[in-house]
């Protein structure tokens, strides 16, 4: 199971809209994103920190961090948040989120990785649905990715239909209806202080 939960941060509900050919633009940017993790992961001769901060360059052209962190508040806290709370929330949201990528993603072994068709949901979204292939077993998962002027980016990963930044989404509302904006930002500041211990 630590295995299959390390997907939440690589794969993406299959809408009723056009499919398009594999090898589209954002396809090809997945596949060779999703190769080099795979080089790094069996790479022998680099220490666990290298291939963190390899893989933490990866996750940075790959994920589009600023509108996942936007999506994982929501509409209705994002607009109460002023400008300093958003760039702070941000900020931790994207170190927290790689601390968890390179970990998860970590537990890679031989598993095998099948692309179906993308998706196009419109010429500036497109769903990837992917499979690992798991002692015997298909896992199903999404990729949501959105092109950017920096290009195609993730924004969101669904894996056996479970959203990741759905998820993020349901904790952050918890703690904002507890303990306020203030409140969850100092559980992400303690939280990254200690992931450093």
């Known amino acids: 199971m630590k295995r299959i939960s390390c997907l939440l941060l690589f794969f993406l509900l299959l809408s009723q809209v056009a499919v398009a050919d594999v090898d589209t633009e954002p396809g090809k940017i997945l596949k060779t994103s999703v190769g080099k993790v795979f080089s790094v992961l069996s790479d022998k001769e680099l220490s666990l920190d290298k291939k963190k ?8 052209s790959l994920f589009g961090f600023p509108l996942m962190a936007k999506l994982s508040l ?3 806290h994002w607009s109460k948040f002023n400008s300093k709370q958003k760039e702070e929330f941000t900020s931790l949201f994207i170190e927290l989120f790689q601390d968890f990528y390179s970990e ?4 890679f072994r031989d598993e095998k990785v099948v692309f179906d068709p993308p998706i196009i949901e419109n010429e500036k979204k497109v769903q990837i649905p992917t499979g690992v292939l798991y002692n015997g077993k298909r896992v199903s998962i999404l990729y949501k990715m959105f092109k950017t002027k920096n290009g195609w980016k993730i924004y969101d990963i669904e894996v056996e239909g479970v959203s990741l930044i759905k998820t993020y989404r349901s904790q952050y509302h918890h703690v904002l209806k507890n303990d306020k904006i203030e409140g969850l930002l100092t559980k992400m500041r303690e939280q990254k202080e200690n992931k450093k211990l």
């Open 74 to 76: 929501g509409k209705e």
């Open 104 to 107: 998860k993603i970590s537990l």
């Open 53 to 60: 901060r390899e893989l933490n360059e990866i996750a940075n």
